[in-house]
Nanobody
Framework: QMRLVESGGGLVLAGGSLRLSCAASGRNLRNYAMGWFRQAPGKEREFVAGISVNGGNTDYADSVKGRFTISRDDAKNTVYLQMNSLKPEDTAVYYC?????????WGQGTQVTVSS
């Protein structure tokens, strides 16, 4: 069983930056594709960013392209989401996801609030 713990959320002014971390325990992340998702109040959970095993490929939602960067450090069993030029519409709970064939794990989420 894998446990994912997100951290790094908080309150930031529009235009500011935050770096989210997702630390894994119980399993090694190197065999998992990793992703960040978010859910704003009253909305469905949506994809934000993803990174392949070994980090060779990344993918982003159109709304965050050019502002967010996903990365992974398998030696630290951690995935990151660098968020720059934050906007009020980025306000949401951000969740980390680890996926491989037959297994899918989620963290408990971290709140990001961007004030104007």
């Amino acid at each position: 069983q894998m446990r994912l713990v997100e951290s790094g959320g908080g309150l930031v002014l529009a235009g500011g930056s935050l770096r989210l971390s997702c630390a894994a325990s119980g399993r090694n992340l190197r065999n998992y594709a990793m992703g960040w998702f978010r859910q704003a109040p009253g909305k469905e959970r949506e994809f934000v960013a993803g990174i392949s095993v070994n980090g060779g490929n990344t993918d982003y939602a159109d709304s965050v392209k050019g502002r967010f960067t996903i990365s992974r450090d398998d030696a630290k069993n951690t995935v990151y989401l660098q968020m720059n030029s934050l906007k009020p519409e980025d306000t949401a709970v951000y969740y980390c996801n680890a996926e491989t064939v037959g297994n899918d794990y989620w963290g408990q989420g971290t709140q990001v609030t961007v004030s104007s």
